[in-house]
Each structure stands twice: as C-alpha cells, then as structure tokens.
C-alpha cells in the first residue's frame, strides 16, 4: 500500500512518466518497501525525463548515431612525429619538454583519470583500476598510473612534492574506487591530492520499444554516460573550482585501463601549452595505426577542425588509402590521451545556460546486454543477446570546439596497452606481453643482456616501474638511483625494475 502523504509525489511523478511515455517505471510500485518506494522516486525524480523522448526516437527508433551519416569533409590530420629529428616532419622536442617541465613545476598540470566504465568486455566485476595491470607484481591499474605520478613529482615537483590527480568514477563504482584507495593507502599519494567524483548516468533502454528498463523492481537500469561525460562531471562537481584554487591550467587526461600511459608527459603539456598550432584548449596523441582495419577510432580533419572519427565511420576508401612511401594516409590511431585547458572546460559549461550543468556532448548509441525486470511477470531476466541500447558520450567529440588543436605522434610500445578484453588483443596476456618487449628494448639499449627465444619473444617477463626509469634515456643513464640496470636477465626470470 502506497501511504497516503506520499501518495501527492506518486500522481506528480506519475504523470511526469505518462508525458514522457515511462509509466511502466511505477508497475511494482504496490509490491516495494517504503524505502524502496523512496529509492526509486528520487531516482526517477533525477533523470532528465524532458528530454527522453526525443532521445528514444532518435537513438531507439530510427537507430542513429551522432557520427554516422555525416557528409563531411575529411583530411589527414597534421601531426609532430615521434621522430622529432626526421627531415621534414622535425620539432624542438627539448624545448617544449622543458616548457612542460615548467608547467609541472609551478604546479599548473593536474592529472585526470576517467574510470567510470563498466568493463564489461573484461568481465571483471568491479572497478577495472582494481583489476591487476603490473606484468610481474600484478598491481591494479590504479597502482600503474599513481607510480608514474609519484615518478613525476620526484622529477618534476621535487620542493612540493604534489601533483593533484583527480579520479572520475561512477554512481556504479564511486564507493568501491574510495575504499579501494583507502585500503591501499592512496598508493604512496598524499590523500588530499587525489580527489575523487562520480560521472553522470542515463537510463538504458529497451533495444525494441524504447522503454527505460527496471534492473530490480524498485530500481531503473542505469549506465555511466561515457568518458564525454567527464567534461560535465568536471564541472557540475567542483573539480574544475577545485583546480583553479590549485593554480592548475592544463589537464592531462588518460584512461584507466592502459598501464604505460604516460600519465604526465612533459613534451605533450609543452606542446598543447606552448606551440603556435595549439589554443591550449584540447590536444592528443596518436599512433601510427597497425593495419587498415584496426579497431581504433582515427584522428583527422573533418570539415577543417581536428576531431575522431571511429573505425566503423570511417569510409573503407579512406581507411585503405596510402601514401606515395605506403603509410595508411589516415594513420594517426586515438589512444585516447588527451590535455584539456581548465578554461576550455568552463567555457563549454558556461556557454550551456551560465549556471553550467546544461552541457552535453552528443550520445552515440551502444546495443549492450543489459539484465532487467520482466514487467509481466516481475521476474528478473539476464539476457543472452543484446537486448538494450545505452548512451553514451565520447570525450573526443569536444576536440571541434578548440579553436587549434594539435596531435602528438607517440611510439605505441612506449605507451600503448590496453586492457579491454579478457583474452586475444588488448588482453591482460598482451598487455604483459608489451610490457615486455618494452622493458626488453630500454633494458638492451642500457646494456643489459636480455635472453631472447628462437622465435624472437623474450625469454622473461619483465616490469618496469615508472620511478626507475620513465622512457628508454632515462634507462640508458642508469635509472633513478644506484645500479637499477642489471647485466643480464636470466632465461625464464620475472623481474621487476
Ligand atoms: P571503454 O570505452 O573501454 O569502456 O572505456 P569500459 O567501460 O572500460 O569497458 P567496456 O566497454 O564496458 O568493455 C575507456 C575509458 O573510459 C572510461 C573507462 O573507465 C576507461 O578508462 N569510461 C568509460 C568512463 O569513465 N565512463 C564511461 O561511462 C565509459
């Protein structure tokens, strides 16, 4: 039984659902607690019921996605090479390295880590900067990016020592990700310089009708709106305030899931900060893609302005095109770092109302599995094929709206190694394994003996730590430290470094 002073809220919310369509959201109403009951009002109470329908109808019913269909002009993008010292593509990789360096220094630089997914391809229950990342000590991800940045502060930061690292999470996994830092005590950061908050949610929907779905009879299915959901998160929950007391100007941004990230990266922050070709407001770093058909989303000029445009968008002539040297014509592969200029992100809230909190980027759609409450029968189904469509926004769909946006070539065995799947590519498997071949590479060019098999795989499984060495000059001059850089690496060993 409903009771009866909660009875007036019901009819609101009940009529607020029927205009937008979701009334079967209150069918178990009758048969849920009070606390329940409360639970589920005040969750329906926050979603943004205004603007569903005319999601539904775009995303569900005609199957659209912000990418797709568009008739735009695209381009190579212009790129700094890894090479810095090539003929006709060289920069002054040491000049905007110091100016990053500077930038760090004066405590301008805040690293940012969006770690709100789901994981749902690794089938890890939890979240994934819980999951083990290190190739041989098997420390969680979370683990991997706070030793790169204590590494920087020792470099970079030496008198005070702090890097802020800001950590978005999801109303999913915010409590878990707190107690997690808590348990581990903050991996060896000052607790006040890692702030934590959680991202914004969208209802997901039933692939067929449109429908919010119910995960539990009192509870609507909610999924994480995408990393875009990071420009807002940014902003709506203070972090944006918070860094501007700081001092902090520029962001660097990085996933959770790729355990060399360079977490801070003083040439990248030079030359996001510094170079003529930037406006400060959002650059990225891109590899060399591997082949035509890998799945990654491709940086390029669409209409004149550097934006992604995802591996399925992009038209199979253009994938396929080369060069006159044979290099893909469309070869700058994201991986998804980015810095972003504190201002760029106040200045795309603001411009959403003033008050802030009426920016979005645009959703791109997502047929997932999602368990939900069968509403004729009130059980709960878990389904083996995809049954709903979720939304979600993509971080690099902001890079248009920087008025000069430049991309920085990176080696991807320097950088590069994703952990998405639970086997084959992009696994834990081929994370350690690059891992690895990393290691092998920095450690041979200081010298070391590394032990090879007939078929050119290492003969060891090798980790480095980002305090002893952060790239391949700082192993050739001896890591940090005394003697980090061993004579040889025995046939089979699991070393750490
Ligand atoms: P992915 O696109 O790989 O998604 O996220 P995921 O949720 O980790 O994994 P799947 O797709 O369910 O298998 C890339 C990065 O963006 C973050 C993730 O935590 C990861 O660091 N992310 C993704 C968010 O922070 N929020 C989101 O809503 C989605």
């Known amino acids: 039984m409903t009771t009866a002073h909660a009875q007036p809220a019901i009819d609101a919310i009940r009529e607020q659902l029927r205009q937008a369509g979701q009334e079967h959201l209150l069918t178990f109403v009758d048969q849920i607690t009070p606390e329940q009951r409360s639970a589920l009002l005040a969750q329906i109470a926050s979603l943004d019921l205004r603007s569903l329908p005319g999601l539904i109808e775009r995303y569900v019913r005609a199957s659209s996605d912000a990418a797709k269909g568009s008739s735009a002009k695209i381009e190579p993008v212009p790129y700094f090479a890894a090479d810095h010292t090539s003929k006709d593509r060289g920069w002054d990789r040491e000049a905007y390295a110091r100016k990053g360096r500077e930038l760090i220094g004066a405590g301008k630089i805040a690293a940012f880590t969006v770690a709100?997914?789901?994981g749902s391809r690794l089938g890890y229950d939890g979240p994934k900067g819980c999951y083990p990342g290190g190739a041989v000590t098997?420390?969680?991800?979370?683990?991997?990016?706070?030793?790169?940045?204590?590494a920087a502060q020792e470099r970079y930061r030496p008198a005070t020592g702090s890097i802020p690292w800001y950590i978005m999470t999801s109303p999913l996994n915010h409590e878990a990700t707190v107690a997690f830092f808590k348990a581990n005590g903050y991996f060896g950061l000052k607790s006040?310089?890692?702030?934590?908050?959680p991202q914004g949610v969208m209802p997901s929907l039933d692939l067929k009708t449109g429908r919010v779905l119910l995960s539990q009879k009192h509870e609507v299915a909610l999924n994480p709106d995408?990393?875009?959901?990071?420009?807002?998160?940014?902003?709506?929950?203070?972090?944006?305030?918070?860094?501007a007391k700081r001092g902090v100007e520029h962001i660097s941004y990085t996933q959770i899931d790729n355990p060399l990230v360079r977490v801070i990266d003083p040439a990248f922050i030079g030359l996001h900060a510094a170079s003529p070709q930037s406006s400060g407001e959002m650059s990225s770093k891109m590899v060399a893609k591997s082949d035509p058909?890998?799945?990654?989303?491709?940086l390029c000029k669409v209409n004149g302005r550097v934006g992604v445009i995802e591996y399925s968008d992009l038209p199979a002539e253009l994938a396929q095109a080369r060069d006159a040297d044979g290099g893909l014509t469309y070869s700058a592969g994201s991986i998804a770092v980015h810095m972003i200029g504190v201002e760029f992100v106040r200045r795309l809230n603001a411009g959403a109302g003033g008050a802030g909190g009426g920016f979005t980027l645009p959703f791109h759609r997502a047929e997932k599995k999602v368990p939900f409450v069968d509403l004729s029968t009130g059980q709960r189904v878990e389904p083996t094929s995809n049954n709903a469509v979720k939304l979600e926004a993509f971080v690099f769909d902001a890079l248009p709206m920087a008025a000069r946006s430049i991309v920085l070539e990176?080696?991807?065995?320097?950088?590069?190694?994703?952990?998405k799947n639970a086997t084959g590519s992009d696994s834990p498997a081929s994370c350690a394994e690059i891992q690895t071949r990393r290691a092998a590479r920095w450690l041979g060019g200081a010298g070391c003996r590394v032990p090879y098999k007939n078929c050119g795989a290492v003969d060891a499984v090798i980790e480095i730590s980002p305090r002893t060495a952060m790239d391949a000059g700082e192993m050739r001059a001896g890591g940090a430290g005394a003697a980090k850089v061993p004579a040889a690496i025995p046939s089979g060993a699991k070393v750490v470094i």
Do not use: N
């Not at 058909?293 to 491709?298: A, Y």
């Open 192 to 197: 006040t310089d890692v702030m934590f908050f």
């Open 226 to 243: 995408g990393h875009g959901g990071s420009l807002k998160a940014l902003y709506t929950s203070g972090a944006i305030d918070d860094m």
């Open 138 to 150: 098997g420390k969680p991800l979370f683990a991997c990016l706070a030793d790169w940045i204590l």
């Open 293 to 298: 058909g890998e799945k990654v989303g491709v």
């Open 116 to 118: 709100g997914g789901q």
């Open 410 to 419: 990176t080696q991807r065995l320097d950088e590069f190694a994703p952990i």
